[in-house]
């Protein structure tokens, strides 16, 4: 039977990370496992025309605790005595903050949303849950919104 001891769940704050943030929570209580929750503030921003817009992020301490705190609450109450929770935070492209953490916190599965986009859209927007599922060092369970 597998046994897993660290999750890695990275979460946008959209349903479908939400949705995986859930299977994320019920692996880890079940494995009594480390959950690593992640959060990747987006760093430039280009737009369909090439024009580049910077987004501004405070990397002070005060910044980061209120997001660690605000991924936290993600857990409901009633159960965060069962996980031991780990928190990062990160600013850079999602797939490569995402893939650079697998690499160094080496967890043994990584849980992540996935928003079912069909048509030209996923031809145009960088797919970042299938860059992961590409070329992460480990399994990759991918929730669709449902």
């Known amino acids: 039977m597998i046994c897993f001891k660290k999750i890695l769940c990275p979460v946008d704050y959209s349903d479908s990370s939400f949705n995986a943030l859930k299977y994320a929570i019920e692996m880890t209580i079940k494995d009594s496992a480390v959950l690593c929750l992640m959060h990747v503030a987006d760093g430039p921003v280009s737009d369909y025309g090439g024009l580049k817009f910077e987004t501004e992020f405070s990397s002070d301490s005060e910044t980061i605790a209120s997001m660690e705190k605000k991924l936290r609450n993600n857990i409901p109450q009633e159960i965060r005595h069962l996980i031991k929770v780990e928190t990062l935070i990160a600013?850079?492209?999602?797939?490569?903050?995402?893939?650079?953490?697998?690499?160094?916190?080496?967890?043994?599965?990584i849980i992540m949303g996935t928003h079912g986009q069909t048509g030209i859209t996923p031809k145009i927007r960088?797919?970042?849950t299938e860059s992961v599922v590409r070329n992460a060092p480990c399994p990759v369970l991918c929730i669709r919104n449902y």
């Open 91 to 109: 600013v850079g492209t999602p797939a490569d903050i995402i893939l650079k953490v697998a690499r160094d916190k080496k967890p043994d599965l």
């Open 126 to 128: 960088s797919g970042v």
